[in-house]
């Protein structure tokens, strides 16, 4: 697949990019997630272990579906066709397991037929797309019932359309549990739960969802019901984790043995509530129940007594839990600190998140000699690195201080010299690829550098932008730094991109956001080192009514200098959310609109190297956006990515085709030809 560039969308305010037929550009199909930086800790909401081949696992979590082929060892993304939303419920066909509904938050449930290699909605029909629960009849495998925030829904054809199945129902309570009678498939369960006026307990229907009534007989009916589980050799018994919160303590495990009609408060119920049952398919007797900040209990013998079974579970939430149907000692659970296993029946549980990113990338580079080399900066995991094209990655230290990385400059004629700006620490350099760093802040007065830009011909010369003290340069590799303010604004001005002139190196441009002076807000231009400078802002703000001239990501032309293009936003205007990616074509005397997007700002710009018409934009609420004709035309590009909140941007030199995205919540991306 290619992607395909389409409808101008110059000076289009608030236009999105639309996807018909035109331009093709030979790039990947689709991004691929590294599964790095960092180790994953997102939310883990739901779990799914294939009952034919066990050792695949789905896990939906805070943005998406991942899976795991080696029992949960290691996971990889498997999230395209996804929105990036919350997944708080899944459910797999247990005769073709490679068919997989999803419930996604605020957008309805999605499906897989190839095993969760690529996913498409399935939502026609549905009224609520807020997805809590997903049950799927085991005889009739067309058939599925999801719990909404206004009731459960229905559909006999596999998701291609949903009907209304509330007949009985409290009235605009969300259903957040489900479980279906496996003998009698007719008998459906549902939790009832709402966190600010509590649930209506349990409801039961015998007629597939044409009827239900209430099953709360035992002290159910003002609690909050998250969790229903049903014993697989005895279906009149079944276990629902309860949450009280009116504080009083009335929730936790319950259980009935007569199929709903009453139900009894287990023993050692667990104040803190329960999120999550699951029963033992091979053993039913061993339940385990997981809680909301107690941790994970066991029992043996159908819930008469618990022991806590927490050693080696760093977080007390439980949210999911999952049990391997043909090896017991081998369950899953879900935290919002991400997945744990236990491989022995919950005596001592282990992280399991290798291969999930959950890291916010805020600055992205690459070794301009190996394409395979990349630098990633977090937001709070500290700045890491990997040699391998993302395949792995390791931590950097070696006196480089924790923290954000907002900005990265590799020295062209002898990588192994890295700069790197920090959030609160200064300027750190490297001269052997970051196995070691050294401060160098002589003559900086600001702590948090924004922007570096070295100059290609003489690589010891570097600018830095700062957060309010504007620019600096130094001549000797960060030795000494000066401050350069002749012509710019002041007293307070953030310096949010910097350029230098591939082929001049005393011009250079900067990107400003001049604190409470709109007019200031825009690029300056030097062309004698930083000795004075100007301010080349004509045209800027166009796409917004004047609002938008505060810039902050900026590219050159490798071939054509005197082409740039600076992404916008809203300075001060709180009104004001908008942005707009401008074009010049004269060295900054004159912008032109090229892209304008509603809500948010552009993180990133990069112009091809081998094929300067190629133009790529990160935007950090809509992904990213890719040109194929020096701006005049644009589209998204998004597939893979898994979020279209994207943070960074780097293209590598040497293998033109080769990018990296930085994003929020999913790590680095990668595409490559």
Known sequence: MVLLIGTALVGAAGARPASPEGRRLPVASQWVQTGGPG?????????????????????????????????GAAWNEAARGLPARAVPALAIDPVATHVIYAGVAGRGVYKTTNGANSWISSSAGLTDLNIYALGLDPASTLTLYSGTASGVFKTTDGGATWFASSYGLPADVPIRALAIDSYNPATVYAGTADPV????????????????????????????????AIDPSAPSTVYAGT??????????????????????????????????????????????????????????????????????????????LAVDPTDSSKVYAGTPGGTFRTLNGGTRWSPANLGLADTTVSSVAVDPADPNVVYAGTDIDGAFKSTDGGGSWIEIEGGLAGGRVNA??????????????????????????????????SGITEDTVLALAIDQLSPTTLYAGTLGLGVFKTTDGGGQWTILSNGLPSPFWDTNALVVDPTDSNT??????????????????????????????????????????????????????????????CGDDEFCMDGAIYKSEDGAGYWHVALALHDGMFTGLAVHPATPSIVVAAHYVFGIHVSSNSGGFWNQFNEGLGTEFVRSLAISHTAPYTTYAGTEDFGVCKFNE
């Open 508 to 569: 250079v441009y900067a990107g400003l956001h001049v604190s409470g002076a709109m007019d200031d807000d825009g690029v300056w231009k030097t062309i004698d080192g930083g000795e004075s400078w100007t301010q080349t802002s004509e045209g800027l703000g166009n796409a917004w009514s004047g609002q938008d001239r505060a810039v902050s990501v900026l590219a050159i032309d490798p071939t054509d200098p005197d082409t740039l293009y600076a992404g916008t936003f």
């Open 197 to 228: 006026t509590g649930g209506d307990g349990i409801y039961k229907t015998t007629d597939g969802g044409a009827n239900w009534a209430p099953a709360n007989m035992g002290h159910l009916a003002e609690l909050n019901v998250h969790a229903l």
């Open 243 to 320: 949450h009280d919160i009116t504080g009083r303590g009335r929730g936790g495990p319950f259980k009935s043995t007569d199929g709903g009609s009453t139900w009894v408060r287990l023993s050692k119920g667990r104040s803190a509530g329960v999120h999550a049952v699951a029963v033992d398919p091979t053993t039913p007797q061993t339940v385990y129940s997981g809680t909301g900040g107690s941790g994970i209990f066991k029992s043996v013998n159908g819930g008469a007594t618990w022991r806590a079974a927490n050693d080696g579970l760093s977080v007390t939430m439980v949210d999911a």
């Open 408 to 441: 990265w400059a590799i020295d062209p004629l002898d990588p192994q010299t890295i700069y790197a700006g920090t959030a609160f620490d200064g300027l750190f350099k490297s001269t052997n690829g970051g196995g070691t760093w050294s401060r160098i802040n």
């Open 39 to 71: 180790a994953g800790t997102a939310l883990a909401l739901a779990l799914a272990v294939d009952p034919l081949v066990p050792a695949t696992v789905y896990r939906g979590g805070s943005e998406g579906v991942a899976k795991s082929t080696d029992g």
